[in-house]
Nanobody, 122 residues
Framework: QGQPVESGGGSVQVGGSLRLSCTAP????????RTWYRQAPGKEREFVSS???????VYADSVKDRFAISQDDDKITTYLQMNNLKLEDTAMYYC????????????????WGQGTQVTVSS
């Protein structure tokens, strides 16, 4: 199992849209959570959104109704559709892949991607 790879970041004006992608290898016998975090300069990393193969999606209040998380049917690629972007959405966005620990085949592990930069300007 390897590191997630993010893509899709870029520069956009206020009110614009971007779609981030996170491609993460998976063991088909295991279950995963995929989570997007972001970190702005001088700030701590914060939760944005997550999707679980056990069911359910969660969003931070700051992005609810603007962002949408989804996955391909094979659950290898996770997307974050970001609409109506605001200046405060400017950050490095990171994908986290969490393999749930379910014996005997799934020991449980967490992997992080290198991040993709999103810059929103006025």
């Amino acid at each position: 199992q390897g590191q997630p790879v993010e893509s899709g970041g870029g520069s956009v004006q206020v009110g614009g849209s971007l779609r981030l992608s996170c491609t993460a290898p998976r063991n088909s016998r295991c279950k995963y959570h995929r989570t997007w975090y972001r970190q702005a300069p001088g700030k701590e990393r914060e939760f944005v959104s997550s999707i679980s193969e056990l069911g359910g999606e969660v969003y931070a209040d700051s992005v609810k109704d603007r962002f949408a998380i989804s996955q391909d049917d094979d659950k290898i690629t996770t997307y974050l559709q970001m609409n109506n972007l605001k200046l405060e959405d400017t950050a490095m966005y990171y994908c986290q892949s969490e393999q749930l620990g379910i014996p005997p085949f799934c020991p449980g592990r967490t992997d992080w991607g290198q991040g993709t930069q999103v810059t929103v300007s006025s």
